[in-house]
């Protein structure tokens, strides 16, 4: 029995270790997987960090996009506001110039007409005294009848 005694201890040991060896790695594999959920929860708390970190650098790169669309808006507006005060500038200088035109041919009209109304007045003048001139010829002046009456 001495012998049968060795071969069970042999078969306990053996047992024994293959449990072991099985509790072992059933721990080991639990104790991985642990470190596997601590480090996938690390690695989800790290990308949720991202995760934020990307939200706030979008809302910066947001508001640096819509910060400079306003300036373009502005810029623009500010660029119809100076094209429209040009047309209207350059409308004023064509009505002005136009005017200054219209100004130049009404006195020049009006010089000619002058020229023309005091060559006609001073032919006309001409015509009147020369017309009195002969009038006065044919009258009989003072001189006649203080003559005709002493004689």
Do not use: C
Not at 13 to 20: A, F, G, Q, S
Not at 57 to 68: P, Q, T
Not at 92 to 116: H, I, P, S, Y
């Amino acid at each position: 029995m001495f012998w049968r005694k060795n071969d069970t201890e042999e078969t306990i040991k053996k047992t024994v270790e293959r449990i072991l060896r099985s509790v072992l790695f059933n721990a080991e594999t639990t104790l991985g997987k642990i470190k596997t959920i601590a480090d996938l929860n690390q690695e989800v708390h790290g990308l949720r960090e991202a995760a934020e970190t990307a939200k706030i650098e979008k809302g910066r790169v947001d508001e640096e996009r819509a910060k400079k669309d306003r300036e373009i808006e502005h810029k623009v507006g500010l660029e119809r506001t100076r094209q429209k005060f040009e047309t209207e500038q350059a409308k004023r200088e064509a009505t002005v110039t136009v005017r200054e035109e219209n100004l130049t041919a009404d006195r020049k009209r009006f010089e000619e007409q002058m020229d023309f109304q005091n060559e006609r007045f001073t032919e006309e003048v001409t015509y009147l005294k020369d017309m009195v001139g002969q009038v006065l010829k044919r009258l009989p002046d003072a001189s006649i009848y203080t003559e005709v009456k002493s004689g």
